[in-house]
């Protein structure tokens, strides 16, 4: 079946360092693959994706490539913000339908 | 546009008892999915519907159930509720079922005692 593994937090950054958020995933087929971010007391919002084997998902400064031959997603950042503190979530979903796997998530704090 | 909303957005229950919660999706959006998110399994999926039609079924006893109305509105429902039930409920809407962008709502937080 499908999962998705991502680094456990928190992961805790002063302002302005550069942020990696590592996910790996097990999947048939070709899924689609996303990152998801939710704030304190919120549902969850998408933040990138990327559909095909190469595909760079970017979104608020964010990128992720999607790289089918070593199976991950990872999150960067150049410089992350006091509002990027956060849980991020690595997903994934076959081409079937709406159904999303997600991964452990990853609470990323950010110090001024 | 409005969101997706979701009701009640907190809910306390005794363990034994029932539950409904309740999913209104964006409008002109047909598919609606459920996910329990939990500290301990982190988000699970439950069930997806289309067209009053369930597409999909996540790995839940039968205890866990759902609709959808001929509106796209979503209702879910936990029978004989038990501790392990607490959790946050997110409901997430989408235009069709072939892969789309999903957006979710804030959650109902259900808390069993």
């Known amino acids: 079946g499908n999962s998705v593994t991502q680094m456990e937090g928190p992961v805790t950054l002063s302002e302005e360092a550069f942020l990696t958020i590592n996910c790996t995933y097990t999947?048939?087929?070709?899924?689609?693959l996303f990152w998801y971010v939710q704030y304190p007391g919120e549902g969850l919002q998408l933040l990138l994706k990327?559909?095909?084997?190469?595909d760079k998902g970017s979104n608020k400064g964010f990128e992720a490539t999607y790289r089918k031959e070593t199976t991950s997603f990872h999150l960067e950042k150049g410089s992350v913000q006091v509002s990027d503190s956060a849980v991020y979530f690595c997903?994934?979903?076959?081409?079937?339908?709406?159904?999303?796997?997600f991964g452990g998530g990853t609470r990323l704090m950010v110090k001024p | 546009k409005a969101g997706v909303t979701q009701t009640p957005r907190y809910l306390i229950k005794t363990r034994g008892q029932q539950v409904t919660l309740s999913c209104s999706p964006i409008?002109?959006?047909?598919?609606v999915s459920w996910y329990q998110q939990t500290p301990g399994q982190g988000l699970q999926f439950l069930f997806e519907?289309?067209?009053?039609?369930?597409?999909n079924k996540g790995n839940f006893p039968g205890r866990f159930s759902g609709r959808q109305f001929s509106n796209s509105r979503s209702e879910m429902n936990v029978s004989t509720l038990e501790l392990g039930d607490s959790a946050l409920y997110l409901c997430?809407?989408?235009?069709?079922?072939?892969?789309?962008?999903?957006?979710f709502g804030p959650g109902t937080r259900l808390t069993v005692l």
């Open positions: 997430a809407s989408s235009k069709s079922t072939v892969y789309n962008e999903q957006f």
């Open positions: 997903a994934l979903a076959n081409n079937a339908g709406n159904m999303l796997t």
């Open positions: 409008s002109g959006h047909r598919s």
């Open positions: 999947a048939t087929g070709y899924p689609s």
């Open positions: 519907y289309f067209s009053e039609t369930q597409r």
């Open positions: 990327a559909t095909k084997a190469d």
